[in-house]
């Protein structure tokens, strides 16, 4: 554990806080960034409650509760903030209620900025390979699709991009933040339209460097945009300019009728 403690070690640190006399104010938890399981912040307020009595013992005077972050902050995240609340409210209701004098606090982070951003990256370099690449047993003819210079012998090819943001800019949350990404066009995409087998890469020379390993989407080509929405939580904040590639420019946008 980085920071703070085990509720099970909490009884004792109070002990000691009394002994030195220190002032103590409350109880604040963190049920984990990207939480999975809606149930955590209930039962975090609970032992919030249990440690709240023994602070009381020791003759503290609690009155602050930080529930901390971890919210979702997209639609497609595990689990929803409506689930969250089902589960939070009545405990803070039960544990903490208005007559209990307890300021309750969040730090929410990615509930307010997930889903503000979206990235736009384009297509720097694309590469044609057969689909089923790794079982050519012929050298020869492996050489040929290696070299991509030739064209698949494979009916229907798989392609990848090379996009200029990767894993070492905006989607370090790949690695970082156990994020699963979503591609999508600009453009609407006819039902008729050929889906092909594709993976999309980022700018380094680090084959670690790799956006999706495998996605449906129409043939592109190089200069167009692919999006990336819900990019706004642990991502651009993170970037860096290994091997030379800048980070991406922020746009702000806002609907004219906002304005
Ligand atoms: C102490 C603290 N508060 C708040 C947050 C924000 O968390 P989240 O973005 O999951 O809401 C973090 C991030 O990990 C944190 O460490």
Known sequence: MKFGCHPSQAPKLLEVAAQLDLSVVGVSFHVGSGCLEASAFARGVESARRIFNIADQYGFDFDM??????????????????????????????????????????????????????????????????????????????????????????????????????????????????????PSLMRDVDKEEALFSTSVWGPTCDGLDRIMEHCLLPELQVGDWILFEDMGAYTMAAASTFNGFSKPSCYYVVDANMW
Do not use: W
């Open 65 to 182: 509760l930080d529930i901390g972050g971890g919210f979702p902050g997209q639609e497609s995240a595990a689990i929803s903030f409506d689930e969250i609340v089902a589960d939070l409210g009545p405990a803070l209701d039960e544990h903490f209620p208005p007559a209990s004098g307890v300021r309750i606090i969040a730090e929410p982070g990615r509930y307010f900025v997930a889903s503000a951003f979206t990235v736009a990256v384009n297509i720097v370099a694309k590469r044609m390979v057969a689909r089923d690449i790794q079982e050519f047993k012929d050298e020869e003819a492996e050489d040929a699709v290696m070299n991509s210079v030739a064209p698949s012998m494979c009916e229907e090819p798989a392609f990848m991009y090379y996009v200029n943001d990767g894993v070492y800019g905006s989607f370090n949350c790949l690695l970082y933040d156990h994020a699963a990404v979503t």
